[in-house]
């Protein structure tokens, strides 16, 4: 059994980003921006600051009030959207209440919108063209390379549907050439669909919701769940010690999907800054 490192990989990525940013030239430029004091998002954009710094890339960060409206955060992010140093604008959800999710991520200009959400990107993914792709989803697939995965033919099934997760990875592994089974809280005999699975991706972010008996011999499972149970201890959506008995490789929480989060955050605003000086 494979325990598919993905703290390794992600440190591998970045390293070739830095190594391009410094043979090319080029300044990419990356502005977060957070609204509000959520301890997680300060963490996760503390985080994406220093990754940028090792890679070589500029970042800024505009932290605002909870209270901030809706017509002053638009303001900052045109400015964003016509900063020529800027390459990629990441929004940090969640938003505070009175603040429209959708609205928010619509303004940022589908050319810097490094974290996919963007409807006209959103489109491109449905339409395999060539676009911005959500980070986490992105990470997956480089996970699955890592392992040497043969996705076309297999059978993929992704449970959960979320549109920063689920949907883009099902979208990513149908464009690979897997058959996709997309999994949620309607679905009828969860298990026996899982049990189905050459590769299982769970994305619920709900603690150890897929068990051993859900996982076929001889699988691969991606375990993109982050969830913090008694005592502070963060596992993921799978039964790791059950599930790995019977998986062929895993990923394991933390360690696995997580790192790979922000390596392709700093891929995604690497090729934007590319694309922006494209003849």
């Given at each position: 059994?494979?325990?598919?490192?993905?703290?390794?990989?992600?440190?591998?990525?970045?390293?070739?980003?830095?190594?391009?940013?410094?043979?090319?030239?080029?300044?990419?430029?990356?502005?977060?921006?957070?609204?509000?004091?959520?301890?997680?998002s300060e963490i996760y954009v503390r985080n994406k600051r220093k990754a940028c710094?090792?890679?070589?890339?500029?970042?800024e960060e505009h932290a605002l009030p909870a209270d901030t409206s809706e017509r002053d955060l638009f303001a900052l992010i045109a400015r964003l959207n016509d900063d020529s140093r800027i390459h990629g604008i990441l929004v940090q959800l969640p938003l505070p209440d009175g603040l429209c999710e959708r609205r928010i991520l619509d303004a940022v200009s589908p050319e810097k919108d490094v974290d996919g959400f963007h409807y006209l990107n959103v489109g491109k993914l449905v339409?395999?063209?060539?676009?911005?792709?959500?980070c986490t989803p992105l990470g997956v697939m480089e996970l699955l390379r890592a392992a040497n995965v043969e996705i076309s033919g297999a059978h993929?099934?992704?449970?959960?549907?979320?549109?920063?997760?689920?949907?883009?990875?099902?979208?990513?592994?149908?464009?690979?050439?897997?058959?996709?089974?997309?999994?949620?809280?309607?679905?009828?005999h969860l298990a026996e669909v899982c049990r189905q699975a050459d590769i299982l991706v769970a994305a619920v972010g709900r603690p150890q919701v897929i068990t051993g008996e859900m996982v076929r011999e001889g699988a691969v499972v991606i375990d993109v769940g982050i969830n913090r149970i008694d005592g502070g201890k963060i596992v993921g959506d799978v039964d790791f010690d059950a599930a790995s008995k019977r998986a062929r490789a895993i990923t394991p929480v933390p360690g696995g999907v997580g790192p790979m989060t922000i390596a392709m955050l700093l891929s995604n605003t690497l090729q934007s800054a590319k694309w922006a000086t494209k003849p």
């Amino acid at each position: 059994m494979q325990v598919i490192d993905g703290k390794a990989l992600a440190q591998q990525v970045r390293a070739r980003i830095a190594a391009e940013v410094a043979s090319s030239g080029l300044r990419p430029g990356l502005a977060a921006v957070r609204v509000g004091a959520d301890p997680a998002s300060e963490i996760y954009v503390r985080n994406k600051r220093k990754a940028c710094e090792a890679a070589g890339i500029y970042s800024e960060e505009h932290a605002l009030p909870a209270d901030t409206s809706e017509r002053d955060l638009f303001a900052l992010i045109a400015r964003l959207n016509d900063d020529s140093r800027i390459h990629g604008i990441l929004v940090q959800l969640p938003l505070p209440d009175g603040l429209c999710e959708r609205r928010i991520l619509d303004a940022v200009s589908p050319e810097k919108d490094v974290d996919g959400f963007h409807y006209l990107n959103v489109g491109k993914l449905v339409a395999g063209q060539a676009g911005f792709v959500p980070c986490t989803p992105l990470g997956v697939m480089e996970l699955l390379r890592a392992a040497n995965v043969e996705i076309s033919g297999a059978h993929a099934v992704v449970v959960g549907r979320s549109d920063i997760v689920g949907k883009p990875v099902a979208l990513l592994l149908l464009h690979q050439h897997a058959t996709v089974t997309l999994c949620h809280s309607k679905t009828r005999h969860l298990a026996e669909v899982c049990r189905q699975a050459d590769i299982l991706v769970a994305a619920v972010g709900r603690p150890q919701v897929i068990t051993g008996e859900m996982v076929r011999e001889g699988a691969v499972v991606i375990d993109v769940g982050i969830n913090r149970i008694d005592g502070g201890k963060i596992v993921g959506d799978v039964d790791f010690d059950a599930a790995s008995k019977r998986a062929r490789a895993i990923t394991p929480v933390p360690g696995g999907v997580g790192p790979m989060t922000i390596a392709m955050l700093l891929s995604n605003t690497l090729q934007s800054a590319k694309w922006a000086t494209k003849p």
